[in-house]
């Protein structure tokens, strides 16, 4: 039985206003897991950001021919939103799985730069009595006149002792304010280097705890595997209305994974087919899906969803720990009579890696390579149906119900729903504990 203590940190985008909670056995593969979240989310508000101002510019724009090319540039994002939950499946296959590990490593170098010498004041040279400004040069009246050679040589010398007085201020001065950019120079170094060393540790400590993960996920550790499949899932980029939140579950015995998916509802996918300048009321005209346009593109992308996240677990697991997964795609309902969400399990499939269709995925309607997985799912039915899910999670002792056990997968549509509630009741429990 796996035992160990979890790190847990909640992480938040405000911008996108989506937060995740982050799990893992290993701090620094938290860390690691929080870099991936923040990265997919940064991409995602960029992409979100460029819309919103595409709709910005069109309120200030003045020229017509301008608002028509704003709004068609609006209608092609829109399209693309579209096309690109409808290809969801096709786009996610040409993802490299397989390299998760390196991905997991920090091979970045330390992003700041070393600290540049300063520019030191130049000292001028010292002035010497001897230097020709302060020579009298030899002349017929000095010999005549013996005092106004005297009295040039007078001058001659104060100018020397008033240069070198000036020389000696510019000296100290100049030698103080080198000293002040050396000393500072010298701890900003000094600050570099160790936070350079520090970055270096980091990075070897990061890369000695990821190869003792990688060890124990192919050692067959539950801990490990549930954290490597943990970034898998992470990795994978989707729309920023997509909750990317999840729950998983490893059976070493069966080497059976449960994943309980979270989905995005049907009213959180883009329901805008295309945008146009009405001239007549200076508005954007919005086309709207039908009602059984946007159910079944909401059917096709949680279908989709379902298969990635199988395609990708399985492309991945390079030791071959994962023999079978169950996936349980649920989303927050509101209960009509006591007016309080609940959660309801709306897709369920099961498979065992040799039967998955991997070849076949590229070329087949996501329904018809759902189907013949166990899969079961509720979207086409009134009201979005709840289904039960082919196996559920004991959150107590972190083993499967055997109520639902692999075995009996096939006779899921006999169980009793006290079963199926008492299990939906215990599957969102929490389970586990926080290491500070």
């Not at 992003?111 to 020579?135: F, G, K, M, S, V």
């Not at 899921?412 to 939906?424: P, V």
Request: aromatic share 10%.
């Amino acid at each position: 039985m796996d035992t160990m203590d979890v790190w847990e940190v909640e992480v938040r985008h405000q911008k996108l206003d989506k937060f995740r909670i982050i799990r893992g056995h290993d701090k620094y593969l938290v860390n690691k897991k929080i870099t991936i979240q923040q990265q997919i989310w940064n991409e995602m508000w960029r992409k979100k950001a460029a819309l919103a101002d595409k709709k910005k510019q069109m309120k200030v724009a003045r020229a017509q021919q301008e608002k028509i090319a704003l709004a068609n540039s609006i209608s092609i994002d829109t399209k693309k939103e579209i096309a690109n939950l409808v290809n969801l499946l096709h786009t996610k296959l040409s993802d490299n799985y397989t390299s998760t590990w390196c991905r997991l490593l920090d091979n970045e170098a330390f992003a700041i730069a070393e600290p540049d010498l300063p520019e030191l004041q130049d000292i001028p040279p010292e002035p010497a009595r001897t230097d020709a400004i302060y020579q009298i040069p030899h002349s017929f009246w000095h010999v005549l006149f013996p005092n106004r050679k005297y009295k040039k040589e007078q001058e001659a010398e104060k100018r020397y002792l008033a240069d070198k007085e000036c020389w000696a201020r510019q000296k100290k001065v100049a030698t103080s304010s080198n000293r002040a950019s050396l000393s500072s120079f010298a701890l900003k170094r000094e600050a570099w280097c160790w936070r350079k060393l520090k970055h270096e540790k980091i990075q070897r400590e990061i890369g000695i705890n990821i190869s003792r993960t990688k060890e124990a996920y192919f050692e067959g550790a539950p801990h490990a595997i549930v954290d490597y499949c943990d970034v898998v899932l992470g990795s994978i980029h989707y729309p920023e209305y997509f909750p990317q939140c999840w729950e998983l579950r490893y059976n070493p015995e069966s080497m059976t994974l449960v994943i309980d998916y979270s989905l995005p509802d049907i009213e959180s996918l883009p329901s805008v087919k295309s945008v146009a300048y009405s001239s007549a009321n200076d508005t954007l005209e919005e086309t709207h899906l039908s009602a059984a346009e946007s159910r079944h593109l909401y059917s096709n992308t949680i279908r989709q969803v379902s298969l990635i996240t199988l395609y990708s677990l399985f492309k991945a697991d390079a030791a071959k720990r994962i023999r079978s997964i169950a996936f349980n795609g649920w989303i927050d309902s509101l209960n009509r009579s006591t007016r309080e969400e609940v959660k309801r399990c709306i897709l369920t499939l099961f498979t065992h890696k040799h039967a998955f269709p991997f070849k076949q995925l590229d070329n087949m309607d996501p329904r018809a390579c759902f189907n013949p997985l166990n899969g079961d799912c509720g979207v086409e039915r009134e009201k979005l149906a709840a289904v039960a899910p082919i196996i559920m999670g004991n959150a107590e002792n972190r083993s499967f119900n055997s109520a639902f056990s692999v075995d009996n997968c096939a006779n899921i549509a006999e169980k009793k729903s006290e079963d199926y509630m008492q299990g939906l009741e215990s599957l969102f429990t929490k389970e586990k504990s926080l290491c500070q």
